[in-house]
């Protein structure tokens, strides 16, 4: 009966990723705690860097912050 | 003071079925429990199919694998 | 494939009106959007009144400051 | 080690305020209780006017309904 | 900046099973799409099985009606 | 319209401390997005450290990593 609610950026998210990330996460739960694939639901959210904040700032800025500069 | 989210697919997700969805689940609240429509919000997510899991497949190959062969 | 999440406060929460809620929730997506109730999921989080903020306050004061006194 | 979701809809919500969100809500975190901005994650999802519900209403009609007509 | 949350119901959720599961949840990030363990996070519910609903009825009720009689 | 879920470890969320993140964010969204404070709900979620894992840990095993031992 798992449900399970992946949220990333965007980078890299491709169709197969996604594919990987459902499969992978599916195996995890049947394999841990014998949850039925059949039952269990994946949802993938994308969500834009303006949208997500990490130390206070929107993350684009937080890794231009920490790789900075000088 | 219910808030209810519900997450779908995108077929058929149009306007006028989202705006049943918000009618529909508002009176069941206020029904069951007594809920005041003013306070419930409703939420509808619509979630592409490449980014929902089920069986460990995305939902277009687990409906073909399930529809499937021979 | 619908998942839904419904979040109440406790009052009259039984497992009888749970029960009524998935039953209701499962059916209003089959009749709206035709999903499948064997792939519908339904979650229902009760969360405590001070957990729960309307109107800037905890619940239970936002019921108190609106019946409020003179 | 917070995380916080902000569902709005989509009115103003530019890339600034955004980041004035992300800001206020990781300080009011650090300050009330003491969280790391550094584990503070903030999600903010822009949800469309015909997707949230209130009152039994899309939110459009609502706010029609309300400022109502005469 | 992963954010994931798994909603299982109680049978055999252990802190162990749990650390299992965020162990490898995380892997599977860090391996998919190169995400950082350090900024990975991941939130495990546990729901009963009163407030989970599948196929229109609460899950102890579902899985009692599939196992079902003779 | 906003609805806004923080989630949180338990150490120190008391309901004075909740009062206040409630106060807190539903000024924030009044400020910079003009949001009505009677239609802006806020939900805490205390979740128990073993469910809560970050860096491939639960949190309380990835504390003891960070402050770890010579």
Redesign the interface.
């Known amino acids: 009966?798992?449900?399970?609610?992946?949220?990333?950026?965007p980078?890299?998210?491709t169709?197969e990723?996604?594919?990987?990330?459902?499969?992978?996460?599916?195996?995890?739960?049947a394999r841990?705690?014998?949850?039925n694939?059949?039952?269990?639901?994946?949802?993938?959210?994308?969500?834009e860097t303006?949208?997500?904040?990490?130390?206070?700032?929107?993350?684009d800025?937080y890794r231009r912050a920490k790789s900075g500069g000088g």
């Open positions: 009966m798992p449900y399970v609610n992946i949220k990333i950026t980078e890299g998210a169709a990723k996604k594919a990987e990330l459902i499969s992978g996460v599916t195996q995890l739960l841990t705690l014998g949850k694939p059949e039952t269990t639901h994946v949802v993938i959210d994308v969500v303006e949208s997500w904040g990490l130390g206070g700032l929107p993350v800025e």
